[in-house]
């Protein structure tokens, strides 16, 4: 059923590029693989967390005596025990909380105990005294005059039109926008907004933390990002990184959602105090309280249009609701003015982005933040546009895209894209003029954006063992894609001509691998592949130096073929690796390397941006194209995707077990966010669906089989061509969903979920 | 707290124990026993990471008590393989790239052994019926059928 084209003929490769097994795969499929919540260690206490039982208010009193004389309660933790600090993009979030509430994740105390029974109990002894404060669950509400301030600390931004509740602005224009519109023979309005969704990590937050009789941490975590999380502990404990050692277990996924601290510093304080390893572990409830999830957005849009279709104008004004702290809602505007306006080469463009605090939970970094929100908005806008012009929506797609050679929205200039062969490739793959359609059936395309994190670094080491055998070693992480354990040791088998059972990988221990960011940002392959690539290069070097005084050439006519080195013309001539690395035990010393890698932003025309932004270009810009293809029960509402097709611009596929699981997976977790998640809300800033039966994602039963392709040939600079593979795929399902339904009804749908209530509420009041 | 005796087979061998009768069934395979493959994803019988064979039936382990599981053969992932050998659909699983972050994986695993032993030559729709309590956030589940195809192929030649 895969549908794989290569756009050019590729090099040939003896490793990358094949259908090889991971690394974890034996540990996983035998239940061997231990994941945060299976760490256990010799006198280990169980913590729990009490969290806020008001979203807005201010702290009285904490009263822990009860708890603290419970039988096997070891230790009772507030915020007195915590440095007076706080975190954040803005500086506004304390550890625990101190004064004010910002919403129900508040963290109040923490005990450990002998046991999570006991814990559990003393949790409910601790008495806490509110005062509470209106609460505000929107955007629109926080920005009036008579709202209170949620955050009495941090300033607004001093060039935003709106101040109340503001904790980012966004801006970029370019051209003018008013005179185009005057000029446009068609104009188009819209309104869309998206809902709060969560990772869905079937692996809830879990640590362990064990600080000895030295002061020294170390703590077991299911993280994105054991070296992201030792400086942030330190920042919060005071506690120089050398001292802080974080260990990646296995980790049961993160998508974004575990990529800063959340059970880690009652964990480490909690030892502090009791000289025990304590661990704690998030309950599905306690995730969907308080964690970091996808925010919602409001999105308004105008475009101006000619008679032939393009698009000559467009004006985008969007709300973040960042939730009680701003987060990862400051990246999440920074996209949304940016990929609110939609990949398409337009002169006019005024687009302005407000993040306003609410009393939620708050905003974290749900792969691709901020990409499928500002898609729905414009590739929904987007369709209306091809409908009010009359042209069949991917040929205005294709008439507007960007191509090679194009510029930004930020005038970057654009090189080595795809999106054109992307659209290209979803026409002959979805056979898109031919889909036959029943009765209330219909088809939707969509575009997803998105780039590569390439501005943070990845870290390895390549080290040829005296057998000839291969250890890779980085600080890189794996929360589930394979980029680590599938991706890097095919590279380092690629590099040194070493087959992929001679080659181990050691993961992610900030105390005995290089630095490197996270698994985020879809950079592993491109970050830590090429600093894999660099490592292994120089061990190659190596050999052959050491080759060419055994067969008495020079190093240039070496190559190297199946764990031999031999002459290029002269193949009989070879000498075995593992004989040279044996050798060097005695002689010349082993054979090391060691390279990290971090990308310069290209550079942008910077008059066109303002407010807040820092940054107005992306490395290695990547485009995933969907269809869908849905029937609609005009009666219930209900939605079933019949088809759904997906490709993507990777430039080389490193690893293609591992991009097309991106890409079906990115599809389905899509799939969730237009059809069915939502985190919802009640009047007090409770979540009224903290669980995994009323917070549906999509089973087995709710989604098709994936109809998956990538195109390659379009490259950048990750090794052997590719780009960041893992976001993009997620971003276009809600509007290619949106759009489908509209095309099978006549009805566009305004708010996600596309579920029954919202779909059946539409045609209500149709 | 009251306490039971309890008499449980696990993947082949006896365990005898008194626990509390509050004790989750989950809880007993994970902590009493130290058999950490099935897994603790919801706690309330919606996400299919802890099931198990009991008494050959799929189960959710984390909604029934231990007690409950008195004179009861429970099969897990970690009696999959044989003598060091893999299962049919373990290698189907690693062949196809069925497991991403892994954690559903032994859910899945014993899902799916389930349904070939019922049904050898399962078709694409009687699988995902068979699956659909178990959540997979990572792979879309592409993957997952494509390897208990493959492995209803293998095991059937």
Known sequence: MLLKKGVLNLPKYSAVGKRLPRKDAFNVVTGAALYGVDISLPGMLYGKILFSKIAHGRLKKINTKKAENLSGVRSVITHKDFPDVVTGTKNDKPLFSRNKIYHKGDRIAAVAADSLEIAEKAISLIDVEYETLPVLLDPDDSIKDDSPVIHEDVNPPEWSPIKKNVCAFYTIKKGNVDEAFKKSDIIVEDFFETSMVHQGYLEPHAAVAQVNNLDEVTVWSSTQTPFGLRSELSDSLGIPLNKIRFIHTYTGGGFGGKLSLTVEPACVVLSQKTGRAVKITLTREEELISTNPRVTVKFHLKSGLNKKGKIIARKVKSFVDAGAYAGSATGVGRMSVDLGVGPYNIENVDSECYVVYTNKMSCGAFRAPGSPQASFASESHTDHCAKKVGIDPLDFRLNNVWVNGSYSHTGQKLEGIGLKDSLEQIEKDSDWNNISLAKNQGKGVAIGMWMTAGSLEGGAWVKMNEDGSVSVVTGACDSGSGATWGGLPMIASEELGVPLDKISIYIADTANTPFDAAADGSRTTYCTGNAVKDAAIQVRNKLFESASKHLDCNSNDLEIYDGVIRIKNNIDNNVPISVLAAESKTAGGQFLGGASYVFPSPEYDESTVGGDMTSGSFIAPTFAVQVAVVEVDEETGLVKTIRYVATQDVGFAVNPIGVEGQIEGGAVQGLGQALMEKVVYGEEGETLNPNLLDYKMPTALDVPYIESSYVEGNFADGPYGSKGVGEPPIVPPPAAVGNAIYHATGIRIRKLPLDPETVSSAFMSK | ?157
């Open chain 2, 1 to 157: 707290m009251k306490n039971k005796k309890i008499n449980i087979t696990i993947n082949g061998q006896k365990h005898e124990s008194t626990v509390s009768t509050k004790l989750l069934l989950l809880d007993f395979i994970r902590e009493n026993i130290n058999m950490t493959g099935t897994k603790w994803g919801c706690l309330t019988g919606d996400c299919g990471a802890c099931t198990i064979l009991l008494n050959g039936i799929p189960v959710n382990s984390c909604i029934i008590l231990a007690v409950d599981a008195d004179d009861s053969e429970i099969l897990t992932v970690e009696g999959l393989a044989k003598d060091g050998q893999l299962s049919q659909i373990q290698k189907s699983f690693i062949e196809k790239g069925a497991a991403q972050c892994g954690y559903c994986t032994p859910g899945f695993l014993i899902s799916s052994k389930y349904l070939l032993d019922k049904k050898p030559n399962p078709t694409e729709d009687e699988i995902r019926y068979q699956l659909a309590g178990n959540l997979c956030r990572c792979t879309g589940y592409n993957k997952i059928i494509d390897a208990v195809i493959d492995a209803s192929k293998k095991r059937s030649s």
